[in-house]
């Protein structure tokens, strides 16, 4: 460890400083949400934000940036109060990656980078044909964050559709055997390879692989 | 994809919604955060939802569950006003995930665990000194959301700690080459391997490799 070295961030031009800000926080989830306006013009966008906010009720949330690309999609869901979320797997990586380009509000990003609408269950929002686990949502609340104008968007998770048999019998859902990637920085994709699941922490306890 | 079934969360038992719920957003990133209090009890805990929120100024968020063992980290930053985020890599998963059991808060993590306390340029809270990437934050906003009772805890990255020769001449920083880990529902563990980069899109141009 003597080579730790201390990393000034305010010398730092403004793409280096976005690259490495953006990588200091982990691997990140890839999810394209999908949503609709009122209109019927679907909108698919890359976020990777998404993160866990709790399990009773099933909520999500994820941070929208302002005056950022994906302004389309709240906008459909400040119309509609949903959305649906869709794992990005290997498979599509390149045109999960593509919808995070500029396209003007009457593109719709499915068409352009070549993903395909589904409909499921009468749910009004579009989710990924090509994703192997998607849900919908159901926005909850919309907090902004002043100190930067950002919003955090939450919503609660109405159904989930997913292979029977990534599902383990414990309820964890296996997203490295459908190739679900991880993001680093604005645009590294990433395979898994899992080392272990550990068993629930108990203090003085010795922990066990599960 | 015809094999593709709605999932119930409804009729689920609680213990396996908890798992099912959580694998749902996808990959997490895997950080743990060190506090100290002004009585200087340093206290480290895991925790799955750190997140990118900004680049000018650098600024990352996490979640703060309700009364859950991870209070002494919030106790702490109520005091101090700081924290560190110290990336896990695989060399230390277990211990990481230890520091999630629910010790006494006179009982300090770092030493039951077995992780190592560096202090650095005189900030006050703990560094874990293992981790091969860590930052000092400062406490800028805890926003309380109410649906749930959990909070967004916002801070500001001070100053940054990594190696040279991860970080690439763009910025960017090679998170795999330390081993850094993802995290997949409550308790999986994944190494990952870089499928590529792909370079900023923009509508109707191909994207390449970077």
Redesign the interface.
């Known amino acids: ?1 003597a ?5 000034d ?1 305010t010398t ?1 031009s ?18 394209i949400i999908g949503t609709i306006s009122n209109a019927g013009q679907t909108n698919a966008a890359i976020f ?14 994820f ?1 929208m ?1 302002p005056h950022s690309v994906e302004r389309h999609t709240l906008e459909n869901i400040e119309q509609t109060n949903q959305f649906t ?1 869709n ?2 797997d ?1 498979s599509f ?2 045109a999960a ?8 509000k009457d ?1 719709c990003e499915f068409a ?1 980078v070549g993903l395909k609408k589904s409909f499921i ?1 009468n749910f009004k929002a579009p989710f990924v ?2 994703s ?2 998607k ?1 919908a949502v159901k926005l ?2 919309i ?1 902004p ?4 104008r ?1 919003l ?1 968007i ?1 919503g609660e ?9 990534i ?2 019998k ?4 296996d ?2 055997s459908i190739g ?3 993001i ?22 010795s ?1 066990i692989r ?1």
């Open positions: 460890m080579d730790l070295h201390q990393q961030l730092m403004q793409q280096y400083r976005t690259n490495f800000v953006n990588s200091l926080s982990g691997f990140k989830s890839a999810n990777s934000s998404v993160t866990h906010l709790g399990t009773s009720p099933a909520l999500v949330s941070i940036r979320i794992q990005v290997a990586i390149k990656h593509q919808t995070s380009a500029r396209y003007s593109e352009q269950d044909a090509q192997q686990l849900y909850q609340e907090i964050i002043n100190i930067n950002t955090l939450i998770i109405t159904a989930v559709y997913c292979h029977n048999h599902i383990d414990d309820g964890y859902i997203i490295e679900t990637v991880a680093s920085g604005l645009d590294s994709y990433h395979l898994t390879q899992r080392i272990t699941r550990l068993s629930y922490a108990k203090p003085h306890t922990l599960s």
